[in-house]
């Protein structure tokens, strides 16, 4: 971003932070740290991302300690097995990005990223946009496959396939990013 800005040709007001996976992890933790990031979508990004870690599913703290230790401080091992005991859940994390929207996915083969417990992370979020008086049009219960909603601060959809980042995915990040700047529905 501090590169972006000095480029005159960039729009620094419209910047839409995007990653999958691990990046997906690392572009919810960069819109926290950073408000001048518009938007913030983060694509199949799973456990310590996206997905609430006390519903214990899918990639584990455990795992993910063990898989990627280099990723994560070493106190963080110290929850290995013990989720319920964290102190904060991922929903917080999306919290302190409001009120700038966020997009999250997941893919229907993709269940060690835990797409509910994504969907209940953004749900749970709720509360905090609301006292910025923006209202999520998020449903009770996660949408059907396929079933992108983009028109709201907190956006979500799970889409048929495996832990990947496809076209479908960047068409409705670009819808949400339309809808976010003003652009109006893209159908």
Same mark, same amino acid.
């Given at each position: !971003?501090?590169?972006?800005?000095?480029? @005159?040709?960039?729009?620094?007001?419209?910047?839409? *932070?995007? #990653?999958?996976?691990?990046?997906?992890?690392?572009? =919810? +933790?960069?819109?926290?740290?950073?408000?001048?990031?518009?938007?913030?979508?983060?694509?199949? $990004?799973? $456990?310590?991302?996206?997905?609430?870690?006390?519903?214990?599913?899918?990639?584990?703290?455990?795992?993910?300690?063990?898989?990627? @230790?280099? +990723?994560?401080?070493?106190?963080?091992?110290?929850?290995?097995?013990?989720?319920?005991?964290?102190?904060?859940?991922?929903? !917080? =994390?999306? $919290? *302190?990005?409001?009120?700038?929207?966020?997009?999250?996915?997941?893919?229907?083969?993709?269940? +060690?990223?835990?797409?509910?417990?994504?969907?209940? $992370?953004?749900?749970?979020?709720?509360?905090?946009?609301? =006292?910025?008086?923006?209202?999520?049009?998020?449903?009770?219960?996660?949408?059907? =496959?396929?079933? @992108?909603?983009?028109?709201?601060?907190?956006?979500?959809?799970?889409?048929? #396939?495996?832990?990947?980042?496809?076209?479908?995915? +960047?068409?409705?990040?670009?819808?949400?990013?339309?809808?976010?700047?003003?652009?109006?529905?893209?159908?």
């Amino acid at each position: !971003m501090d590169y972006f800005e000095t480029d @005159p040709q960039i729009d620094t007001k419209k910047i839409v *932070l995007t #990653g999958h996976s691990r990046g997906g992890k690392a572009s =919810l +933790w960069a819109a926290a740290q950073d408000q001048r990031f518009a938007i913030c979508v983060t694509n199949c $990004s799973g $456990s310590t991302g996206a997905a609430l870690a006390r519903r214990q599913f899918g990639e584990r703290v455990n795992r993910i300690n063990t898989s990627f @230790p280099h +990723w994560f401080s070493t106190n963080y091992k110290k929850y290995n097995g013990h989720e319920e005991l964290l102190p904060v859940d991922q929903h !917080m =994390l999306i $919290s *302190l990005i409001a009120p700038r929207p966020v997009y999250s996915t997941n893919a229907s083969e993709d269940l +060690w990223a835990d797409p509910k417990g994504t969907f209940l $992370s953004l749900k749970n979020a709720e509360e905090v946009y609301a =006292l910025y008086g923006l209202k999520s049009i998020l449903p009770h219960s996660p949408p059907e =496959l396929n079933t @992108p909603i983009i028109e709201s601060p907190l956006a979500y959809h799970n889409r048929e #396939g495996k832990h990947d980042l496809t076209v479908y995915d +960047w068409k409705q990040f670009i819808r949400f990013a339309d809808y976010h700047f003003g652009r109006g529905k893209q159908e």
